[in-house]
């Protein structure tokens, strides 16, 4: 039966926002990778003169993951006389790169006091020694309070150490909400590859739907193990660190596309600054493109070959790669043994310019299909059948 349409394709795009909030949980100003608290939860310790808190003010408090709350935090049992220090055991020894502390909420509101003493002149010790006999500074607040809610600070000295001690530096009361460190293991590789400046892309073989695009190698402090080609920022393959060309296919005639290649190495990190070109594929001899059928049984089943006596079910894409309208018919057509058409299914219809297309159609094999293949093309109508299309063969 001939189907007349006109197919409208619309698309809509739906930007969804997803809001996730916590009550006091900071939001942590990473720059660069992003390393692991290494205090979560770990083991704390404090001045014998000082009598631990219930929760929620014990000094576990301070390291469980709940930062900027009113009422949450290690609060000392006395501030008179005494310099109140937290120590946490890292449980192993750790590369320090970021230290994070949340102020707990002195903001003047809801029946809530200012205070900013909290915020400043404390000092963030790490050694290697419980007692902390010997110990190196790796930040601190001296004098000026830090902006709220949270104090930032990153660390450069690359030694690693076990034990991190929050001290303060006067006599007085305090109180810390959360204290975050963030850590690497010695020799744990946090740095992406990186590309030689002036690094690009070279292409040649463009075509109507398919381009090669060749790379330099980029460079790493262990190994390049792989690289990814994105096509307009979507991911379009994966291929070894040894390969560095690609050949893209698929393409639609005379449009322009982005490419971007980046480096991966053996711990996963991602370079971000990979080359990028842009290109635009040449104008199509033909106004239609028939790319791969998909085949299948009547139960989804993909076929690799004609099956007798079976339903079949093809679904086809076809691309107009004209910068105008098209009308055509959409053909499936199967052929017997003396090339002589046995069955077939079309549709007449329109197409936009550059528009994509999905036919699904199909029919029953026959009991015997010795000899027997299926083409799928395009005519410009039963009644003329001038192809405007190459043609697809399934045997």
């Given at each position: 039966m001939l189907i007349k349409n006109r197919m409208m394709f619309i698309s809509i795009c739906c930007l969804m926002i997803f809001l996730f909030s916590s009550l006091g949980t900071s939001v942590s100003f990473a720059a660069g990778p992003e390393y692991e608290n290494v205090a979560l939860n770990k083991p704390v310790s404090i001045p014998e003169w000082d009598t631990p808190r219930q929760p929620p003010y014990a000094p576990e408090n301070a390291?469980?993951?709940?930062?900027?709350?009113?009422?949450?935090?290690?609060?000392?049992?006395?501030?008179?006389?005494?310099?109140?220090?937290?120590?946490?055991?890292?449980?192993?020894?750790?590369?320090?790169?970021?230290?994070?502390?949340?102020?707990?909420?002195?903001?003047?509101?809801?029946?809530r006091p200012e205070w900013e003493a909290p915020r400043k002149d404390f000092e963030i010790r790490a050694s290697n020694d419980p007692t902390f006999e010997t110990y190196v500074v790796l930040g601190s607040t001296e004098g000026e309070p830090f902006e709220i809610p949270t104090w930032v600070h990153?660390?450069?000295?690359?030694?690693?150490?076990?034990?991190?001690?929050?001290?303060?530096?006067?006599?007085?009361?305090?109180?810390?909400?959360?204290?975050?460190?963030?850590g690497s293991k010695p020799g744990e590789d946090f740095t992406p590859p990186t590309w030689s400046e002036g690094s690009e892309i070279t292409v040649s073989d463009i075509s109507e739907t398919g381009v090669t695009l060749t790379w330099p190698a980029a460079t790493d402090e262990n190994e390049v193990t792989e690289y990814k080609i994105y096509k307009n920022d979507k991911l379009l393959d994966t291929v070894a660190g040894s390969v560095l060309s690609y050949n893209?296919?698929?393409?639609?005639?005379?449009?322009?596309?982005?490419?971007?290649?980046?480096?991966?190495?053996?711990?996963?990190?991602?370079?971000?600054?990979?080359?990028?070109?842009?290109?635009?594929?040449?104008?199509?001899?033909?106004?239609?493109?028939?790319?791969?059928?998909?085949?299948?049984?009547?139960?989804?089943?993909?076929?690799?070959?004609?099956?007798?006596?079976?339903?079949?079910?093809a679904s086809i894409t076809i691309t107009n790669n004209f910068n105008s309208q098209g009308n055509a018919c959409f053909m499936l057509a199967l052929y017997g043994p003396d090339k002589t058409f046995e069955n077939f299914a079309y549709i007449q219809a329109t197409l936009d310019a550059k528009q994509i297309y999905i036919f699904n159609a199909g029919f029953t094999l026959p009991s015997d299909i010795e000899g027997y293949y299926i083409k799928a093309f395009v005519w410009d109508s039963m009644e003329e059948m001038q192809p405007l299309s190459n043609t697809v063969i399934f045997e």
């Open positions: 390291v469980d993951g709940i930062g900027g709350v009113w009422t949450n935090g290690w609060e000392p049992s006395k501030g008179d006389g005494v310099k109140p220090w937290l120590q946490i055991d890292l449980l192993d020894e750790y590369v320090i790169h970021r230290i994070e502390i949340d102020d707990r909420p002195y903001d003047g509101k809801e029946g990153y660390v450069t000295d690359t030694n690693a150490y076990r034990y991190i001690r929050y001290v303060r530096l006067y006599e007085g009361w305090t109180f810390l909400s959360e204290i975050r460190v963030y893209v296919t698929g393409l639609i005639a005379e449009m322009e596309y982005a490419f971007r290649v980046e480096a991966i190495d053996a711990a996963g990190n991602e370079s971000t600054n990979g080359p990028v070109v842009t290109i635009t594929t040449l104008p199509s001899s033909t106004q239609f493109t028939i790319q791969e059928p998909v085949f299948k049984d009547a139960l989804g089943n993909v076929l690799e070959r004609l099956v007798s006596s079976i339903d079949l079910r």
